[in-house]
């Protein structure tokens, strides 16, 4: 088989909001939508791998960590180079995090950046660079962190990436708008807006021989059913696969044969507020995850595009704990905790909060009103925006929401959501407060040694399995299809979007094979 | 005439006025805010600190009129605002989309005029016909498909199932790329100008002039051609030219749909984004052309009917 020639993907926005990129500076982006295209045309220090689903070094060949686990030493790769030919240094990467947590970028990279020490004096305007980043020479460089955490999560964010100084200063909205200048993969070609984003192969790219593709073209498509028809139409080389679509690609023959799959790192949850009485008894909270059948509701209503959940972490995070069984679907005991709870005649939830999604929204509230109203619960269902619902959430205004969430890749990091001292505009909606939870997160945010750590992080799981803060639904199934010419994507676990196109190839059955 | 013109333009200033100051309105009472957005909608831990320094930037952080009488300002001296998420210019945001937005409205509109006026006229010729009841079957079903089906259908049949057009994408924004949305958003106003059309000439085939003139023997198509088309024309303008006003704010399901880089699908984006100066622009701008268009219609009368004057 002969090599590709040029790959079209489409490009979706998975989540509740959809449309075109804000722009291609990766500092002032956000989005999996932006990333998703801009980390094929930049490259952070680390890069996410999804056979090890961890993050690896990228653009360092090795790193020394010092004994109390604050300082790195990176030994950079001595070939990667940008965009414009000049060589990647040491100060590069100090420029790009410097930049990033300039208070006049304002950067939502920033939160990323804070793990440095001295970036968050930079950040509040107390200092003008990052005392924790030292060049040693051009190709090593010294990085010491605030705090003694794994910084690749942090670090290979896309919104980290290394951009070289000349090309963005003095002119910050070319270099955002139409002149993105990286050291990754491919070039930046040119960005119709609405419409698509088109890049070409970059010759002097660091791995010898990479990429395979001369050319990829993102296209701008937010209409599952319009790329459904560009899928089959053949004009695009792969999609990602709306729950209306699943089924009839998992009933065709041909496509069926060429689907990825992989559980992502979103946890579908109702989550309880546990300053509504009856929630704070565990008990009651117990009881709503015994009284749903959920397998049915994921079988008909998501029409088995969901993994059943069993725990806040997803079944590809490394502190996943397959022992652990769900809860299954039993009224009586349901009945039998809510009894023992005081609340025999069950109870009213007033403002059960949700969005349109058709996934993860109020169509599953209302697959289980009738299980509820067996046990005695009464639903009133409240429909909105997804941004009207983060204020509700951050604010406590709400008995119930539901919503799917982010439970990945760093673990510590997700589970810290559950911590009490985080907030509730912190993330931590629940108002959730166990001490012995606690204790366990603050355990392993001392443990040095990863495995013991990733111990007791499953513990922790596990006993927010057990002490149910939400209803458990399901963890995300993303499903990519592609046409049997496609080769090399792979189940990226933290956003099935996130594909490194370095490796991936085309044959010559594609209909493009012979155009350049 | 000019003053006519002029006194119309002044008119349009209460008219702009109010319009922003309901879509100001409207935009602030929704909840929540472009800053939660540029932190990351979805429920990544948001920087606090990020938030509140954007929320100040755009001024999210000032009173309500305080906010409206500053955009008010910048908008008298032609100054549209900056995107809130995209940290662009909203100007330079409107104007790479003005023209898809245009090309789009203007195949639409070529589309309805050339297939919907001959449609009408012929089956007002042959009123009662199978003809004449068919098409206007066929017209009145156009008008009511809806953009969003109708746009899927012909993407299956002409990109699927017999593979001779793109079925989404600007491409090179040459005619094979503009034929399926052009059509999907052609339809329904064929449909309204078919239906205009044969209207116009069933009224006009029954007046005193084209009896006299059929009386005094001239030929069949000398009397469609010089009598009855020349004075359709006058109300098949009218439609068409206000038609097209609206034209140009209508095409926002078939740009997502087709992935259409135009000004539609950039004013449902910033809606959702809650990117108030992009949506602020983006209503803006459809709002003059429609008005605009208005007027020029308005003025056409005159030029084609010389018993209209206008003072």
Redesign the interface.
Same mark, same amino acid.
């Given at each position: 088989m002969k090599k590709l020639i040029v790959a079209i993907l489409a490009l979706v926005w998975l989540?509740?909001?959809?449309? /075109?990129l804000? %722009?291609l500076d990766p500092h002032?982006c956000?989005?999996i939508q932006e990333f998703l295209v801009l980390m094929n045309i930049y490259r952070s220090l680390y890069r996410w791998d999804p056979d090890k689903s961890m993050p690896v070094l990228d653009l360092a060949t090795r790193a020394e960590i010092s004994a109390d686990g604050l300082t790195y030493t990176y030994h950079l790769r001595p070939n990667v180079k940008f965009h414009n030919g000049r060589q990647m240094t040491a100060d590069d990467i100090i420029y790009s995090y410097n930049r990033i947590a300039d208070?006049k970028l304002? !950067?939502?990279s920033?939160?990323f950046v804070?793990i440095i020490k001295g970036a968050g004096d930079v #950040?509040?305007g107390k200092a003008p660079t990052i005392s924790g980043l030292k060049k040693i020479d051009d190709l090593t460089l010294q990085l010491t962190l605030a705090d003694p955490v794994n910084p690749s999560f942090s670090l290979r964010e896309p919104g980290m990436a290394i951009v070289p100084r000349e090309a963005v200063e003095g002119k910050e909205?070319l270099f955002?708008?139409s002149a993105p200048v990286g050291c990754g993969p491919f070039k930046f070609v040119r960005w119709?807006?609405?419409? =698509?984003v088109v890049l070409e192969k970059f010759p002097e790219f660091f791995i010898p021989g990479r990429p395979l593709l001369d050319k990829v073209v993102y296209? #701008? !498509?937010? =209409?599952a !059913?319009?790329r459904d *028809?560009?899928f089959? +139409?053949? /004009?695009l080389d792969a999609t990602i696969v709306g729950s209306a679509q699943y089924e009839a690609y998992k009933n065709d023959p041909v496509i069926s044969k060429n689907m990825i799959e992989v559980a992502e790192m979103f946890t579908r949850i109702v989550g309880f507020n546990m300053d509504f009485e009856p929630f704070k008894k565990k008990e009651v909270r117990q009881a709503i995850n015994y009284a749903v059948d959920r397998d049915l509701i994921i079988q008909k209503l998501l029409k088995g595009k969901a993994f059943l959940a069993t725990g806040w972490l997803p079944t590809s995070s490394a502190a996943f704990d397959p022992t652990v069984k769900p809860y299954p679907y039993d009224p009586k005991k349901a009945k039998e905790l809510l009894a023992k709870a005081g609340y025999a005649n069950g109870f009213t939830i007033d403002q059960a909060i949700g969005t349109g999604n058709e996934s993860w929204g109020v169509v599953v509230y209302e697959a289980m009103l009738p299980y509820l109203k067996e046990v005695g619960i009464t639903l009133k269902i409240q429909q *909105? =925006?997804?941004? +009207?619902m983060? =204020?509700r959430n951050k604010n406590g205004e709400f008995q119930t929401f539901i919503?799917? #969430? %982010?439970s990945g890749p760093d673990i510590l990091?997700t589970l810290k959501?559950f911590h009490s001292e985080n907030t509730r505009?912190?993330?931590n909606y629940f108002n959730y407060k166990n001490p012995e939870f606690d204790k366990l997160l603050d355990r392993a945010a001392a443990e040095r040694d990863s495995a013991k750590q990733l111990d007791v992080l499953k513990q922790a799981n596990n006993l927010l399995f057990e002490d149910t803060p939400v209803w458990y639904f399901n963890y995300n199934k993303a499903v990519l299809a592609q046409h049997p010419w496609v080769h090399g994507f792979k189940p990226v676990a933290i956003e099935l979007m996130f594909q490194d196109m370095t490796e991936v190839w085309v044959d010559d059955s594609s209909p493009r094979a012979k155009q350049k | 005439m000019a003053a006519y013109a002029l006194r119309r333009l002044i008119q349009f200033i209460p008219t702009i006025f109010g319009v922003i100051l309901i879509l100001f309105l409207l935009l602030n009472v929704l909840p929540g805010n472009a800053a939660l957005m540029a932190g990351g909608a979805q429920d990544v831990n948001v920087d606090a600190t990020y938030i509140e320094l954007m929320k100040k930037e755009w001024g999210l952080d000032q009173p309500l009129h305080t906010r409206f009488l500053d955009y008010m300002g910048r908008l008298l001296v032609g100054d549209l605002g900056k995107s809130f998420l995209r940290r662009e210019p909203v100007a330079d945001l409107l104007a790479s989309r003005i023209w898809p937005t245009l090309k789009l409205a203007v195949a639409a509109m070529g589309i309805a005029v050339c297939l919907g006026v001959p449609l009408g006229f012929y089956s007002a010729l042959r009123q009662g016909s199978w003809a004449d009841t068919g098409s206007m079957v066929g017209a009145v079903s156009g008008v009511s498909l809806p953009q969003f089906w109708l746009g899927l259908l012909l993407m299956y049949l002409f990109a699927v199932k017999f593979p001779v057009l793109p079925p989404q994408g600007y491409g090179d924004g040459s005619l094979s790329h503009i034929l399926l949305p052009g059509f999907t958003l052609g339809v329904g106003y064929m449909a309204l100008l078919a239906r205009t059309t044969r209207a116009a000439v069933v009224e006009i085939l029954t007046t005193d002039y084209i009896r006299t003139a059929r009386a005094k023997g001239l030929p069949g198509i000398v009397i469609n051609r010089k009598h009855v088309l020349r004075n359709a024309l006058i109300l098949v303008l009218t439609t068409a030219g206000l038609q097209f006003g609206g034209l140009m704010g209508h095409t926002v399901i078939v740009e997502k749909l087709f992935s259409w880089p135009g000004v539609g699908s950039l004013l449902v984006d910033s809606i959702f984004q809650r990117d108030i100066p992009v949506t602020q622009g983006c209503v803006l701008f459809l709002i003059l052309v429609f008005l605009l268009v208005n007027l020029a219609v308005d003025l056409l009368y005159a030029v084609i009917d010389p018993r209209i004057e206008y003072r």
């Open positions: 989540v509740v909001y959809d449309g /075109d804000y %722009g002032k956000t989005r208070p304002k !950067s939502p920033v939160r804070r #950040i509040d909205d955002h708008t119709v807006k609405g419409s =698509e296209r #701008i !498509s937010n =209409e !059913s319009a *028809m560009a089959r +139409a053949k /004009d *909105m =925006e997804g941004a +009207a983060v =204020e919503w799917s #969430i %982010g990091g959501r505009a912190g993330g | -």
